[in-house]
């Protein structure tokens, strides 16, 4: 059974940073991590994806200011978020897969979502 549950959003001003974590179980280890947002009104959108090898990928929309990380040992990835704008303002869900992707139908485990608000 697989679980995923996220945690570290919240209320930050412009510029701010936020780092957020997501505890998993119940997953292959070879599987690639993921951080998804959705805005309101908006698609949910791949942001970072971390393969079991610590291959990256971002959207180009966080490059340089977001960084995916993973700790195997702990079944967790983590997104560093720094220099926070408005437009990051959405609910972050973290998601995992078999194959290392960035689009949401290549996902077929999502956590809950965590609410990152930037004002």
């Known amino acids: 059974h697989v679980q995923l549950v996220e945690s570290g959003g919240g209320l930050v001003q412009p510029g701010g940073a936020l780092r957020l974590s997501c505890a998993a179980s119940?997953?292959?280890?070879?599987?690639?991590m993921a951080w998804f947002r959705q805005a309101p009104g908006k698609e949910r959108e791949g942001v970072a994806t971390?393969?079991?090898?610590?291959?990256?990928a971002y959207a180009n929309s966080v490059k340089g200011r977001f960084t995916v990380s993973r700790d195997n040992a702990k079944n967790a990835v983590y997104l560093q978020m720094n220099n926070l704008q408005s437009e990051d303002t959405a609910l972050y869900y973290c998601?995992?897969?078999?194959?290392?992707?960035?689009?949401?139908?290549?996902?077929?485990?999502w956590g809950q979502g965590t609410q990152v608000t930037v004002s």
């Open positions: 998601a995992i897969s078999p194959v290392f992707a960035g689009w949401v139908q290549a996902f077929g485990y």
């Open positions: 971390i393969a079991a090898d610590g291959r990256t």
């Open positions: 119940g997953f292959k280890a070879s599987y690639s």
